[in-house]
């Protein structure tokens, strides 16, 4: 289903090493240093991703970071659709995904993806990102909760993709949204017990 043969299993090398470098990047790490905040891992729950920069009380770098978070993926996806085709754009937006949730850097102790995720999603269907954003708002309005927002969006995605019938990114943001899950185990399970923080609440 995925045509790996168009590109070249060289050039599928080339992409793949590309995306992971460019998504491992901690910028919640590096910013957070930056700001004199001290190491991110220390914090909360010790994620590198926007959420636990939040938990330093500074706003304006939790947006930095998600929107660097994303962007990553975003340019992994554009430069790997520039230089080797349309079929390479995919393979190094999911490079730079797992980038981020692995990166080499920090002994494989990444962040979750919601953010990567997302810019993997705009930088090889941009009309995906909308869809995304409406399924998280729709959730996070009736239950307040982030986290399950995020999983219900992720779900959703790959369904939409096959229905209009983008099997290539269906099948590899399914593959995502399982990573995710996988990632959001404790969150779920706090979801299930009850005990996950909502939005807005302090505490």
Request: no cysteine.
């Given at each position: 289903m995925i045509d790996i043969s168009a590109l070249g299993w060289g050039n599928l090398a080339i992409v793949l090493l590309f995306g992971y470098l460019l998504?491992?990047?901690?910028?919640?790490?590096?910013?957070?240093?930056?700001a004199?905040?001290?190491?991110?891992?220390?914090?909360?729950s010790g994620n590198i991703g926007a959420t636990n920069v939040l938990r330093t009380g500074n706003k304006k770098l939790a947006a930095a970071t998600l929107?660097?978070?994303?962007?990553k993926a975003t340019a992994a996806a554009l430069i790997a659709h520039a230089v080797f085709g349309q079929n390479?754009?995919?393979?190094?937006?999911?490079?730079?995904?797992i980038g981020h949730l692995?990166?080499?850097w920090l002994g494989f102790k990444g962040g979750k993806g919601v953010a990567t995720?997302?810019?993997?999603?705009?930088?090889?269907?941009?009309?995906?990102?909308?869809?995304?954003?409406?399924?998280?708002l729709a959730v996070a309005f009736i239950t307040r909760y982030s986290s399950l927002s995020a999983l219900v969006?992720?779900?959703?995605?790959?369904v939409v993709l096959w229905i209009l019938g983008v099997e290539e990114a269906a099948v590899v943001t399914a593959v995502m949204t399982v990573i995710t899950y996988w990632r959001h185990k404790e969150n779920i399970g706090r979801l299930i017990a009850g005990t996950e923080s909502k939005i807005g609440k302090k505490g």
């Open positions: 998504g491992s990047i901690p910028f919640g790490l590096v910013l957070t240093k930056m004199g905040l001290g190491d991110l891992r220390s914090i909360g929107l660097l978070d994303a962007l390479a754009a995919l393979f190094g937006g999911f490079a730079a995904f692995f990166p080499v995720y997302i810019g993997t999603l705009l930088g090889v269907e941009p009309r995906m990102v909308l869809v995304f954003a409406i399924v998280w969006a992720t779900l959703v995605i790959p």
